[in-house]
């Protein structure tokens, strides 16, 4: 009954905050219309429920918009210091029940006004003036300084809440407390997937208790284990000091993204999970209630326990989402089911399989850096290949997606302190990939106790029960799971796809769902001062948008509005009937309040006609406009009010710093002033635009910054709107259309990857790991709920994440070690998703071992996550000493510890040659070098890209590719598609490798540089440039004419196939000599000194001198 009560107030609630009766008061005071040309709806709003979803019409939402949120009953109030308060946020209470939103205030009651002239060519007007309130927030505290990094967990007892720019900076958890059921007396299991339950046990709703992080070296010195290693099962169940209370009432650690599970769903082995987001997910802070006892087999054998053929990768269940699924009691299976034959493939014959592999030699081998100075391999480097039986190996997840930075995972942590190298994990969890299996059944297979999806490194201990590999429960399989979908064979559960693929989607059933799958919203929000309408953005921005409108992800329910703003905010109501689009005008932007809510985000595919007429006109606008000022904090405000109540997609197009209203900022960067290591303005101005990221996602609603400036703008503050609400930052530096033509193709390129691209909506991930490993810092763009959930109200292929790890306890008895994530989200689609990734990995026991399975990319690419975080939280200077003291001490280690005979010299382990290569390259780079004048907003933007990039990409950026080009053949190439790609041998970085003969393509990533030398061939220069000689190479060149000859046509592949690989359009700069350009290509030679930076040889006998100290 206590359900019914809920829905009975909740109903009462609504009545009053209803738009019938705000209609009702507004009436008289607010809604004096002005004169207006065109019809305009004087409703405000329809009625479903106040705020949210109606739960009679599933997936319909109705487009209510709060006029005012009162200051305290916004999502929840965030705590900005560094502790993880958990706060109450608006909660969503499960399929079939409204959403609990705060009571919608009436508009304010000031009068309607007309004011001034408006711009030629503009839409009918409507000006008025009222307020959004942000809010009541403390004032936050900026994040403590560390003196040195952390590679290993806080000490037990204090679970860190660090992510993101400030390895100590710990954003709060927004939980939901929106159940309305009292306190119960649950048992919670404790979960091998996050950080674990420490015997401080949490009061009910609460988030861990404040945590100062320690200031520990960098390479902490060990500790012992936490206790003796398990014998048996690790326990399922610690008590919990909460008091007794009637069933299903227990409160849980939720969030308002938590959705990664199922509500109120009977789990794989029939156990009722309760009806909130976190026990969904499960296996956070806390797991799924009624554990059972440990099964009695107590010699649990921690290996991977079969060894089965794999199915063909492209598995695709091919019945239709929502399609009536094959009930398994309907079945007609024969009589009795098969026999279960599982092969031999214990702890035994891994070991055997394990040491036979001849991996090790070569990874282990000593390498003198001071005389191999040729170790730059031609090909682009490969990840390392766990040493794992190759029956397994084949089924493990593709590193391009998830990648360890230890392919051999320490058993202690004492052993990784020894090792001196980070651990942790490099995810790609989104990426546009060609083929991935997707399982359509009902039944989705996962863990009793920690909730785990079943994978292909699960044990089958029979045909009806399979021990999980992270905490080594052993669960039941159920009925439905006993079929196979694609043999159609009854009684082989093991050969199933979800057990054959690492990588794997779920269509998810509707109790993994608390409210209807929202509909893809899009809000565009431009900057449309004077400064804005010089550059001439608006112009390739809305013809972009006129080209790929039917392209944008989406079905029937897709909607779209845009937000014009300069000194006032403009909207633009695009109701049915009107003969053209109609502009509302908000003058008073310390107040803002949104205009006719119902017409200004509108149904894509029943409005295109209104929505390609203000396209067109929108250019032409504003061309004649003198206003100077940029309100951009109350249009963000604004843009918050009208999609708080679906979520979505807010772009926002911004071209100089904020000026007016709130989020104002003021300039904090000299003109002439050189980028040194101090007073370097790295952290934001205000806490506005964080605050208001924290709202957005709360809300579900993303926020993406395209930043066209050619002055300082604070991208450092301004960032801070995407960065905590999953969005992603562009920036576009000098952009002009006219000074600066190849901002405007890059520009075009990247919206249209940016428009069409997969999205996914209300996303949250969660990384699981086997029991005595945890995770404790978090890198990218998010925001953490729930100490261990990710929050991503928009989640994109082109994201990637980072985070640290620590091995809690040792792994004694364990051959190898699982991770998993798992991506839930709400397709562009309308269906509800989950996208699972699991690799495996082998546990070591001596130090050589973890070297052989280091991987340098992923270590540097972690290590330069971490060092943005010092940067911000410490100082440039300090981020810098500490990527040198990384390799100094993992390289000290390796020859006190490692090598039998001492040599002269510099040695490493092959596995790591490359390590003092790309940490000098990182140095180098943008984000971390000094001496130079780089922009401030170009040092922030390549620190966002840091944190935001796929490794894959990170590394390129870092270390760049140079390949000779005069001379390109046929020779090995490739063949994709009927084109021939040359493939060109890498070359080092340096000078000594070029030659005035020849041409040469460096690609940095986001751009490439074509370097001709003096005395090239005049067969290049007339078949490839189309020009006479090497004097008539314009200046400026930045294309390759397609001309019809072979070397022209092998060139232009080549880049044209580089390009291809990456989401964002490099730009190609074609250089002699005497350009101005030629000083970034060479800055980009990261084997050479420059003015402010040593050689890589000066720096490796800089290394030298500090490891034989």
């Known amino acids: 009954m206590h359900i019914m009560e809920a829905l009975e107030r909740q109903s009462e609630e609504e009545f009053q905050a209803s738009p019938a009766v705000r209609c009702m008061e507004m009436k008289e005071n607010k809604c004096r219309v002005m004169q207006r040309r065109g019809p305009v709806q004087n409703q405000l709003m329809h009625s479903s429920d106040g705020q949210g979803y109606s739960p009679s019409a599933s997936g319909l939402y109705s487009h209510q918009t709060p006029g005012k949120v009162p200051p305290h009953q916004s999502s929840g109030q965030y705590n900005y210091s560094g502790s993880q308060n958990a706060s109450p946020l608006n909660s969503y209470q499960g399929p079939g029940q409204t959403l609990n939103r705060p009571p919608v205030a009436p508009f304010s009651r000031s009068p309607v006004q007309q004011t001034g002239p408006v711009p030629q060519g503009l839409l009918p007007v409507l000006q008025n003036s009222a307020a959004v309130s942000s809010g009541s927030f403390p004032p936050g505290a900026s994040p403590p300084v560390l003196s040195s990094w952390q590679y290993s967990q806080t000490p037990a007892g204090q679970p860190s809440g660090a992510h993101g720019m400030g390895t100590g900076s710990a954003q709060p958890p927004a939980s939901l407390s929106g159940n309305t059921n009292p306190p119960g007396s649950y048992q919670y299991a404790a979960s091998p997937g996050g950080p674990p339950l420490q015997n401080s046990y949490m009061n009910a709703g609460s988030a861990p208790p404040p945590v100062t992080q320690p200031l520990t070296p960098l390479h902490p010195p060990s500790r012992p284990p936490l206790g003796p290693p398990p014998v048996g099962g690790p326990p399922l169940t610690r008590p919990s000091t909460l008091t007794a209370g009637p069933p299903n009432t227990q409160p849980l ?21 309760q009806n909130s987001y976190d026990a969904i997910e499960g296996g956070g802070l806390m797991a799924t209630p009624h554990p059972s006892p440990a099964p009695p087999n ?72 001071i005389q191999e100075r040729n170790i730059l391999p031609p090909t682009l480097l490969k990840a ?22 230890l392919t051999n995972i320490p058993q202690t942590q004492a052993l990784l302190n020894k090792a001196k190298l980070p651990l942790g994990l490099l995810l790609h969890p989104f990426k546009d990939l060609s083929q991935l299996p997707v399982v359509t059944s009902s ?33 039941d399989v159920p009925e439905e799971f006993m079929y ?78 845009f937000i014009t703003f300069d000194s006032t905010i403009h909207f633009y109501s695009l109701q049915e009937g009107l003969s053209q689009p109609q502009m509302l005008v908000v003058s008073d932007i310390e107040d803002v309040f949104i205009p006719m809510p119902e017409n200004l985000l509108v149904n894509l595919n029943e409005n295109k006609e209104l929505i390609q007429d203000l396209l067109r006109s929108l250019p032409q606008m504003f061309t004649k406009s003198l206003e100077t000022q940029s309100a951009l904090g109350p249009a963000l405000q604004a843009a918050f009010k009208l999609m708080s109540p679906t979520g979505g997609r807010i772009s926002v197009f911004q071209t100089q710093l904020p000026s007016v209203g709130m989020g104002a900022l003021k300039p904090r960067e000299e003109p002439t002033q050189k980028s040194t290591a101090k007073d370097i303005h790295l952290t934001p101005s205000t806490d506005f635009y964080k605050k208001m990221a924290l709202d957005c996602s709360g809300q579900q609603v993303a926020v993406d910054l395209f930043l066209l400036s050619g002055q300082y703008s604070d991208l450092a503050s301004l960032g801070c709107v995407s960065r905590y609400s999953a969005g992603s930052v562009y920036y576009y530096p000098s952009y002009h259309h006219k000074h600066n033509p190849v901002q405007v193709e890059k520009l075009q390129k990247e919206l249209k990857r940016y428009l069409t691209r997969k999205i996914g909506f209300e996303a949250v991930m969660r990384i699981r790991c086997t029991k005595g490993l945890s995770i404790h810092t978090f890198h990218g763009n998010f925001f953490v709920r729930s100490t261990d959930l990710l929050s991503l109200p928009n989640v994109n292929p082109d994201a990637g994440y980072a985070v640290q790890m620590s091995v809690e306890e040792s792994l004694t008895d364990m051959q190898v070690v699982s991770f998993q994530s798992a991506l839930l989200y709400t397709s562009s689609k309308g269906e509800r998703r989950i996208r699972v990734h699991t690799m495996c990995l082998p546990v070591v026991t001596t130090l050589s071992d973890v070297y052989v399975g280091a991987d340098v990319q992923a270590i540097t690419g972690l290590l330069a996550n971490m060092a943005v975080d010092r940067s911000v939280s410490a100082s440039l200077s300090d981020a810098r000493d500490a990527l040198v003291n990384a390799v100094i001490d993992s390289l000290s ?118 370097w001709i030398g003096k005395n090239c061939g005049q067969n290049f220069i007339s078949q490839v440039l189309g020009v006479p000689n090497y004097g008539s190479i314009p200046q400026n060149m930045t294309q390759l004419p397609e001309l019809e000859t072979a070397e022209s046509v092998r060139t232009i592949a080549f880049i044209s196939w580089l390009r291809e690989q990456r989401p964002f359009f490099p730009i190609l700069y074609i250089i002699k000599d005497e350009s101005p350009l030629k000083a970034s290509f060479l800055q980009n030679m990261i084997e050479d000194r420059t003015e402010s930076a040593l050689s890589y040889y000066e720096f490796l006998l800089h290394i030298q001198q500090q490891v034989n100290k």
């Open 298 to 369: 107590l010699k649990m054998n921690r290996s991977v326990g079969y060894s089965y053929p794999t199915l063909p990768p492209g598995y695709q269940n091919t019945s239709p989402p929502g399609a009536p699924g094959m009930q398994a009691s309907a079945l007609q299976y024969p009589d009795g089911s098969k026999h279960f034959h599982q092969p031999a493939f214990g702890t035994n014959h891994l070991a055997a399989s394990m040491g036979s592999l001849s991996l090790q030699q070569e990874g282990l081998r000593p390498v003198n850096l």
């Open 484 to 561: 196979n979908p694609v043999t159609r064979v009854y009684g082989e559960p093991h050969k199933r796809p979800e057990v054959q693929n690492a990588t794997i989607e779920f269509m998810a059933p509707s109790e993994y769902m608390l409210r209807p799958p929202q509909p893809p919203v899009y809000l565009f929000v431009f900057d449309v001062s004077h400064n804005a309408i010089e550059t001439g953005y608006l112009n390739t921005v809305c013809q972009t948008l006129l080209d790929n409108l039917d392209l944008l992800p989406g079905n029937t329910r897709t909607k779209i509005g």
């Open 443 to 475: 039944t989705i297979v996962r863990c009793r106790s920690c909730r785990t999806y079943i994978n292909p490194f699960v044990s089958f201990l029979d045909q009806r029960r399979w021990k999980c590999n992270l905490c080594y429960r052993v669960n």
């Open 253 to 273: 650690l939720n969030s308002a993204a938590n959705q990664e599970g199922d509500a109120t769903s009977a789990a794989s082995d029939g156990s009722v999970v």
């Open 893 to 1010: 280690a390796y020859r006190s510890s490692v090598l039998s005979l001492q040599q002269p010299g510099l040695m490493a382990p092959y596995s790591l040659r490359l390590f003092p290569l790309y940490v000098l390259a990182l140095l180098k780079q943008k984000a971390f070098q000094t001496g130079t004048s780089a922009r401030l907003d170009d040092r922030i933007f390549t620190m966002c890209q840091v944190k935001n990039q796929p490794l894959v990409y990170l590394m390129l950026m870092t270390h760049p590719s140079l390949y000779r080009v005069d001379n390109l053949t046929d020779e090995g190439a490739l063949n994709i598609n009927d084109r021939t790609i040359p493939q060109p041998p890498i070359l080092q970085l340096s000078v000594e490798k070029l030659s005035r003969d020849g041409a040469y393509l460096m690609d940095a990533g986001s751009v490439m540089f074509m």
């Open 384 to 405: 390392p290949v766990p040493n794992l039986h190759e029956e397994i190996q084949k089924l493990n997840c593709n590193p391009e997606l998830f990648r360890c930075t």
